[in-house]
């Protein structure tokens, strides 16, 4: 507005007489500043006298006062931009062509002219790009031609590489793999369809079962449970061994083609397309959406290419998992066989079963059974518990008949129950089980001379998570450990009948406990102190692998010669409870001062060298001490065993004292 008053010449011819008069009227100050407006004016005038004086039909461009440059500008900068004059008839147009070359359609246009500027618009406006479309103007106005525009951002960069960096797969098994592969698949499937959910359904042709695999949605009701063959959209696709579509689905039809929900999505098109590996089929590939009409012909054909993909993806998955179950075995066997030697006690193959197997399959629990030589019974001896739940206890005899493992024992066949609910029997005995949590279940047995000598079960809360490669791993695995678990079982039966133990010539087990009892026993009697102390060597597997050899026979041998060292042997009883534990009772002695004594004893194992070939270590222990107080020796026994637990939790090397 303010642009078109100063152009206009009629606005000199009324302002320049008014500013005359003011300035010869105004007094003092006043008279300055209309001078100083009528400078301005005259400037204005004159720098803009062509634009202003020109005629009514003609518009000259207003160019503002340019500010000194450095850099003149260039044609370059004017790129896009028409000169033209009125009423030419041949105009130059960005494209490079004159009015009189443009075709028929292109010349037949209509001319609008107002306020002396001419613009030609093309009769097909709907189907000429903005940049193709002619225009004329006034002399000198310059209309500026669209640019490109940069669209990248600043930090493309940064995405692009948070986008394309890779998981590392060292560490993963082979469902974790696929899934890694997968995820940018469904990524991209997902976004190019515009799906509602998109999921990867595995087929168990034995069976007859479908199980998600994998999936990609905004619901969190997908059934992770198996579902039947039935006459749904996924059954169809593996009946059929072809891709199906529905375009349209009505909410009543929905429950039946769609069982996948736990409850109804308004899901209104779906597609399922088989995928196959290497020539069958082993699952369906299923996208939906909550509009209709969200899939076609073009969508099927789209979704074979992914399923391509994916059987890629599961071969390359497979062929890892085979060079590394390859691998892992080689190692594994080496490592058992040499482990395996230095077994001497069911402490040591404890140790053993529970390192190996537990990395190797990862189960939720692993039971170890036995046959004991004496009485030809088999019996669950050892539980590992790594959920740390109700479980069953170790110490139940195993019903041959009528059990899960019972069964496998007599066939001396592994057993892999994918589903312990729907075989519909106890793991190990229906009279002393009493768990209904169920799961898989592996029973790989093991034989010594053609005879099933025990079993060796795994057990996963989740449901078909072993596999048959699996259970003939552990089968093989079982095969080299069977003579050495037997001639250990054999060891440990016979022990029974032995009183001394052979590597500290300290009391076994058993016979300490029939002597700490009948001590406890005399010291209620007698009403005089008596004292149980417990002692635990500190774990230490770090400095086990610094050793060649078994280092723990040689700790153990060092403890024992200290224990018996500095306690009297008319008034004290000391055993050997098991691999790195021991215990001692010591008679007419009160809990005050025995825990004195415990700390310079802790002290002093702690401070002496223990010589292991060229080298020397030194090694902890912890110690729980009870005082008796009643002639019971369980209570005795089992607060002696709650403040050693409380040492060893606490980090070893302390003693701890609880009375009874």
Partial sequence: MINKILLNKYFYFIAAPVLIALIFLSPGIYRYIFLLLSLILVVLFWLHKETILSEPGEIKSYTPPVKSDPEPQTQSQYDGFVIVKKGDKSVEHESGRTAAEKTGSERSVSEKQGSGLTVRLSENDDDTPLSETPVTAAEGFRIPKPRSIDI????????????CRTEKLEGKDTREITNTLL????????????????????YDKGHQVFKVAKS?????????????????????????????????????AEKDNIRYYFSSQQIKSVVGVPVYFKGRLIGVLVCDS?????????????????????????????????ERTAKNKLSKYSQISSEMLNVETFDDLYQIIETTFKDLL???????????????????????????????????GIDLFASVAGKAIQKCETDN????????????????????????????????????KGALCFEKVQKGYFTAE??????????????????????????????????????????????????????????????????????????????????????????????????DPNTAVIGRLNRKEFGMFLFNKDSNEVFMWAEKLRGKIAKQPVHLGDKQTTFTVSIGISGVSTGNFTEVYN??????????????????????
């Fill in 152 to 163: 990248i951002p600043s930090d493309i960069k940064d995405r692009y590489d948070e986008y």
């Fill in 183 to 202: 995820d940018p698949v469904f990524e991209s499937i997902a976004d190019y369809f515009s799906v509602y959910s998109i999921i990867l359904f595995w």
């Fill in 216 to 252: 990609k949605s905004y619901s969190e009701e997908i059934i992770d449970t198996r579902l039947e063959l039935e006459n749904d959209l996924i059954s169809q696709v593996v009946t059929k061994e072809s891709p199906v579509l529905l375009s349209t689905i009505s909410a009543v």
């Fill in 290 to 322: 909550q509009t209709e009409d969200a899939f076609g012909e073009e969508t099927i054909l789209n979704l074979a290419r992914y399923t391509k993909i994916i059987s890629y993806v599961i071969e390359l998955s497979e062929k890892f998992h085979f």
């Fill in 362 to 396: 990862n189960p939720d629990y692993i039971s170890f059974i036995f046959n004991d030589p004496q009485n030809e019974n088999y019996t669950l001896t050892k539980v590992f518990n790594f959920r740390d739940d109700r479980y069953i206890s170790d110490g139940i």
């Fill in 417 to 452: 129950v994918a589903d312990l609910n729907e075989r519909g029997q106890k793991r190990f005995s229906p009279l002393e089980e009493d768990i209904d949590q169920d799961g898989s279940f592996l029973v790989v047995p093991f034989a010594y001379k053609g005879k099933a």
């Fill in 470 to 567: 699996q259970g003939a791993f552990v089968s093989e695995m079982l095969s080299i450990m069977s003579a050495s678990i037997f001639a250990t079982g054999s060891v440990e039966s016979y022990k029974q009948y032995i009183s001394i133990d052979f590597d500290t010539k300290l009391l076994v087990r058993d016979a300490f406990i029939e002597r700490a009892q009948q001590d406890v026993f005399r010291t209620s009697l007698l009403k005089i102190p008596g004292t149980l102390v417990l002692i635990k060597i500190d774990e230490f597997i770090e400095q086990e692998n610094l050793f060649e050899g078994n280092p723990v026979k040689k700790i153990v041998k060092s403890v024992a010669e200290i224990l018996k060292n500095e306690t």
């Fill in 639 to 660: 607060a002696a065993e709650l403040a050693l637990q409380k040492c060893v939790e606490q980090g070893g090397n302390k003693v701890k004292h609880t009375n009874t």
